[in-house]
C-alpha cells in the first residue's frame, strides 16, 4: 500500500486547510485510514480515523470540532480538514492504513504510512 499525503503549507492563525491521503496498491475500501501529527521533540499523535465505508469516525482527545475526517472512495482518498488553526497545530501530518476491522488510535497498530505533510501556523 502507498499512501501520499498533500495538502499542507505555512498559514496564518484562524486559517483553516484541508489535507488530503491517496492510497494505492490495494483495494481502498479494505483500508481504514487514521491521521496523526507529529511536532518536533513530541511524540507522534493521534488526531482522528474513519472506517472503510465511511460511516463512522473517531477522534482523538481535543481534537473533535477543528479537525473532520472523510473518505471519497471512489476517488481513494482520504481527507482531513481543519479548522481554526492554532501555532501549537504546527507538525508534520501523516496518513497512515490498516486493515481488518474496528477503531485503533495507535501508531504501532497501523501498518502503513505515508511521508507526511507539513503543516506550519503563524501566530
Known amino acids: 500500500v502507498q499512501l501520499q499525503a498533500s495538502g499542507g503549507g505555512l498559514v496564518q492563525a484562524g486559517d483553516s486547510l484541508s489535507l488530503s491521503c491517496a492510497a494505492s496498491?490495494?483495494?481502498?475500501?479494505?483500508?481504514?485510514i487514521g491521521w496523526f501529527r507529529e511536532a518536533r521533540g513530541k511524540e507522534r499523535e493521534f488526531i482522528a480515523t474513519?472506517?472503510?465505508?465511511?460511516?463512522?469516525?473517531w477522534y482523538g482527545d481535543n481534537m473533535k470540532g477543528r479537525f473532520t475526517i472523510s473518505r471519497d472512495n471512489a476517488k481513494n482518498t482520504v481527507y482531513l480538514q481543519t479548522h481554526m488553526l492554532k501555532p501549537e497545530d504546527t507538525a508534520t501530518y501523516y496518513c497512515?492504513?490498516?486493515?481488518?476491522?474496528?477503531?485503533?488510535?495507535?501508531?504501532?497498530?497501523?501498518?502503513?504510512w505515508g511521508q507526511g505533510t507539513l503543516v506550519t501556523v503563524s501566530s
Open positions: 496498491g490495494r483495494p481502498f475500501q479494505d483500508l481504514n
Open positions: 474513519i472506517s472503510r465505508g465511511g460511516g463512522s469516525q
Open positions: 497512515a492504513a490498516r486493515g481488518g476491522i474496528g477503531y485503533r488510535r495507535t501508531a504501532s497498530e497501523y501498518e502503513y
